[in-house]
């Protein structure tokens, strides 16, 4: 069964920058496309980004566009989510999540799910 570990998450500055890796285990990521999800405490699990396991496809959530960037580093069968210009609203706990989509992403119905890394946009 693929799994999944997310690390990078930490407290930063408003206006800050961090990087998130998903490191994926036991299958390439090649023929999955992963997602990006956080939620926050007392709000529903919001969709942040996705990425094909082509990597031609990607897609954002409105919320974050033009902050926010996906890759993935096919030699490292990682996925990376760059956030720059952190707003305190950014603060939750950052989920990437895992379905065999090689051409496709959507920011819902995923099947492999890793355990979560805390963000926290603080002064």
């Known amino acids: 069964q693929l799994q999944l570990v997310e690390s990078g998450g930490g407290l930063v500055q408003p206006g800050g920058s961090l990087r998130l890796s998903c490191a994926a285990s036991?299958?390439?990521?090649?023929?999955?496309?992963i997602g990006w999800f956080r939620q926050a405490p007392g709000k529903e699990r919001e969709g942040v980004s996705c990425?094909?396991?082509?990597?031609?496809?990607?897609n954002y959530a409105d919320s974050v566009k033009g902050r926010f960037t996906i890759s993935t580093d096919n030699a490292k069968n990682t996925v990376y989510l760059q956030m720059n210009s952190l707003k305190p609203e950014d603060t939750a706990i950052y989920y990437c999540?895992?379905?065999?989509?090689?051409?496709?992403?959507?920011?819902?119905?995923?099947?492999?799910w890793g355990q979560g890394t805390q963000v926290t946009v603080s002064s």
């Open positions: 990425i094909s396991g082509s990597g031609g496809i990607t």
């Open positions: 036991r299958f390439p990521l090649d023929y999955y496309a």
């Open positions: 999540a895992a379905r065999p989509w090689e051409y496709y992403c959507s920011l819902r119905d995923y099947n492999f």
